[in-house]
C-alpha cells in the first residue's frame, strides 16, 4: 500500500535549492528583463545564460526531458513539485530550460521530426539557443478548428502557405514556427490540416501587429497577428504526416496543459502570501482586516481552492507517470484545465479585493494576475470545452439507468431492503 504526500527528503533538498535560487537570483529579473524570450535583448543575455549554467550543473536542466533528449527525466510528480516553484516567476520556466510553447513544441519534434528536423531545430531549441512558436488560431476562431482556412498548396519542390494567423505567441522571436494549415480539403474535417515548419526568416511572413495583454503596454506585445503571404517553404518541412496536424498538435497539448497548471499554483500561491501578509498588517475600524469576518472568509476559501486544485493537479501528475498514457488522463486533464481559470482569478480578485486601491492598481501584481487567470481559461482550449469534454467522458462511463426510476430512488431501495431483511425484521419484532 503506498499512499504518500510527502516528498523524499534528497528531492525536497533540490526543491529548496530551486525555492532560494528563483526567490533570490530569478525573481529580480522580472523587472529588468521584460521579455525573456527575447535572445538578443543584451541585459537578458547578460543575466539569463550565467543561472542556466548554474541550473544545468546542479542537472535541473529541461527537468520535462527524459534522459534521451537531455533532461533527467523525472517525471510529472517531480515536474510538478519544482514547477510550481518556477511558476511565481516569468523569467524561471526559461532559466530552467521548460518554458512553453519551447517545451510542446520540443515535444512534438521529438515524436515527429526526421532526423533533419531535430538537428535543425530541436537540439538549438532544448538548449535555448533559439525560441519558438507555435501558430495554429486564427482571427475567425480558435476554439473550433474546423473554421481554419489558412492553406498549403503543393507547388513542386515546395509548400506554399498563405492566410492569417492570430495570437501566436512569441513570433516575434522565434526562429522557427510550426504552422498548421490546410493541405486536403477534400479529407474528413479533422485530416485535412497539416503542420510545417517554417523558419521564421521566410519571405513572406508579415507580423501585423503584436498584441500586448490587456495589462501590458504597447511595446509589450508578444501574441502576433500574422499575415503569412505565399510563405514558401522546402517539401521536407512538414512535420509529421499530411493530414495529420490534429494528432500531432494533441502531442504537445496534453503535457502543456498539466504544465500550465502546475505554474498556476506557483501564481496562486503568491498571490495568497500576499493576501494573508495584508490581513494581518492593515488595520480598519480599530482593528486589523484579518479579524474581519468577510475577510477571514475570503482568506479561508482561498486556503480550500489553493490546496484542493493542487491535489488535483499532483494527483493527474501522478497518473501521467503511472499510466505513462495521456488519453488515458484526458478526463483529469480537462478537469484541471477547467478548474485552473477559476481558482486562479478567485484567488487573485480576493488577494486584490483586500489590498483594496492599491491592490486594484498597476503597483500590485493583481490586475495582471486576474487578466492572466483568463489567458489560462482560454489557451490550449476555452474552460467550457474543457467541461464538455470531462462531462463527456464521464456520461461515457456511466450505465444508464435499467428502470424507470433512478437506482438511488429511495421507495425501490426500501422494498429491496425489506425483501432481502424481512423475514428477520419480523422476527426482531416478534421477539420484542
Ligand atoms: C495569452 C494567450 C496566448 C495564446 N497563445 C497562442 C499561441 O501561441 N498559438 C496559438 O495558435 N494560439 C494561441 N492562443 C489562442 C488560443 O488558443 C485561443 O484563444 C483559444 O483557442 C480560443 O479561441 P478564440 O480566442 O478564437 O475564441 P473563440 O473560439 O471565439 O471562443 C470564444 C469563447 O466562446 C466560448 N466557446 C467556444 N467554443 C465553445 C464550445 N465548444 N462550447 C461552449 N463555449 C464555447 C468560450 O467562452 C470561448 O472562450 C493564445 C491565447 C491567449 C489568450
Excluded at 484567488?347 to 492599491?358: C, F, K, N
Excluded at 487567470?373 to 464521464?394: C, I, N, Q, W, Y
Amino acid at each position: 500500500m503506498a499512499w504518500d504526500f510527502e516528498t523524499d527528503p534528497d528531492f525536497q533538498a533540490e526543491l529548496d535549492w530551486i525555492d532560494t535560487f528563483v526567490r533570490e537570483e530569478i525573481e529580480p529579473l522580472d523587472f529588468v528583463v521584460p521579455h525573456p524570450y527575447d535572445l538578443h535583448d543584451p541585459v537578458r543575455r547578460r543575466l539569463i545564460p550565467p543561472l542556466q549554467q548554474r541550473v544545468r550543473e546542479r542537472k535541473l536542466w529541461a527537468c520535462h526531458l527524459g534522459p534521451d533528449l537531455g533532461g533527467p527525466g523525472y517525471g510529472q510528480v517531480k515536474l510538478a513539485l519544482m514547477n510550481e516553484i518556477l511558476g511565481r516567476s516569468h523569467c524561471a520556466p526559461i532559466t530552467f530550460g521548460c518554458q512553453a510553447p519551447d517545451s510542446g513544441n520540443a515535444e512534438i519534434l521529438a515524436h515527429y521530426g526526421t532526423d533533419e528536423q531535430k538537428a535543425t531545430y530541436l537540439r538549438p531549441l532544448l538548449d535555448n539557443e533559439i525560441v519558438s512558436c507555435f501558430s495554429m488560431t486564427e482571427p475567425q476562431g480558435g476554439a473550433d478548428p474546423k473554421v481554419f482556412t489558412t492553406t498549403a498548396t503543393d507547388d513542386g519542390d515546395e509548400w506554399v502557405i498563405d492566410g492569417y494567423k492570430w495570437f501566436s505567441s512569441n513570433a516575434r522571436f522565434a526562429s522557427f514556427l510550426i504552422t498548421m494549415a490546410v493541405t486536403d480539403p477534400d479529407n474528413p474535417p479533422y485530416q485535412q490540416m497539416s503542420m510545417f515548419l517554417v523558419p521564421a526568416d521566410t519571405p513572406g511572413i508579415d507580423i501585423i501587429r503584436n498584441i500586448p495583454l490587456g495589462y501590458q503596454s504597447a511595446e509589450h506585445g508578444s501574441h502576433a497577428y500574422i499575415h503569412y503571404d505565399h510563405v514558401r517553404i522546402p517539401k521536407q518541412n512538414m512535420l509529421g504526416p499530411r493530414g495529420g496536424a490534429f494528432v500531432v498538435a494533441q502531442t504537445r497539448l496534453g503535457g502543456g496543459r498539466i504544465h500550465h497548471a502546475m505554474r498556476t499554483v506557483g501564481q496562486v500561491r503568491k498571490a495568497f502570501a500576499l493576501m494573508l501578509e495584508r490581513a494581518a498588517s492593515r488595520t480598519t475600524q480599530g482593528e486589523l482586516l484579518g479579524r474581519k469576518q468577510m475577510v477571514q472568509d475570503m482568506i479561508a476559501q482561498s486556503y480550500i481552492d489553493i490546496e484542493s486544485f493542487r491535489l488535483l493537479v499532483l494527483q493527474t501528475a501522478w497518473k501521467i507517470d503511472r499510466y505513462k498514457d495521456y488519453k488515458r488522463v484526458r478526463k483529469d486533464i480537462s478537469a484541471v484545465k477547467a478548474a485552473m481559470p477559476r481558482v486562479f482569478h478567485d484567488v487573485a480578485a480576493r488577494a486584490l479585493q483586500i489590498h483594496g486601491s492599491l491592490g486594484v492598481s498597476n503597483e500590485m501584481p493583481f490586475a495582471a494576475m486576474v487578466i492572466e487567470s483568463f489567458h489560462m481559461g482560454l489557451a490550449d482550449g476555452p474552460t467550457e470545452v474543457h467541461k464538455s469534454t470531462l462531462a463527456r467522458l464521464l456520461l461515457s462511463e456511466t450505465t444508464p439507468a435499467p428502470g424507470l426510476f433512478p437506482t438511488g430512488h429511495l421507495p425501490t431501495l426500501r422494498d429491496e431492503a425489506i425483501a432481502r431483511y424481512g423475514e428477520l425484521l419480523e422476527a426482531e419484532l416478534a421477539e420484542a
